[in-house]
């Protein structure tokens, strides 16, 4: 039996991907394997990309091509002392690429924030502002934004664990004091952010 609990899971289409919104690639996907905040993507092309998702918005660091070119038919991990590999069996046989593990640290997990916080960055901002919410206990909370007079104008619930960031565009609204609040399973917060015109 395979338990897991608060995972979250993001879907990519066999023939193209974009993630992020600015990270995009051609071609079919024929494998994909990860460690901890990162992945490997191996394409139809024989090309096989380094995704690091140790931040909020996914990069690739690098990519290699196996010989022929020759499709991709599977990934793995492995490790050879202290030098992380990636295993790719191809149309013609193996491949192995060593690889920088900035974030492969499996023995390093993610930490756990010890109390319901949020913070923004920039603050005061001008049109966008990227706040980060830190939750001890992962569950459902209330994500809600005021205005100067009391007025809600964003409202949305999400699961959240440990450290999310939302990015939010206040271009719609007028410039002043808004006033941000987390609630749910570990209580309430607030965060005063300030729109500058």
Known sequence: MNAVSGASVRVIDA????????YSSTGNIRAIV?????????????????????????VFLDAASVPGPSPVAAL????????PLVVVGHGTGLAVFDYDAITSA????????????????PNPFNG????????????????????????EVWNRALFATGTT????????FAAGHY???????????????????
């Open 165 to 172: 960031a939302q990015k939010l565009d206040f271009s719609p």
């Open 34 to 58: 990860s460690g901890y905040h990162f992945s490997f993507i191996g394409l139809q092309t024989g090309v096989v990309q380094y995704l690091d998702q140790s931040t909020v918005t996914p």
């Open 76 to 83: 793995a991990l492995a490790q050879a002392g202290n030098l």
């Open 179 to 197: 006033v941000a609040r987390l609630s749910g399973t570990s209580g309430t917060t607030a965060l005063r952010l300030i729109y500058l015109p």
């Open 128 to 151: 966008v502002v990227t706040v980060t919410l830190a939750v001890p206990q992962s569950g459902t909370y209330q994500f809600t934004v005021f205005d100067n007079l009391g007025r």
């Open 15 to 22: 023939t193209s991907y974009n993630l992020a919104g600015q």
């Open 106 to 121: 499996p023995d390093e997990p993610p930490s756990i924030p010890r109390d319901l916080s949020l913070s923004a960055y």
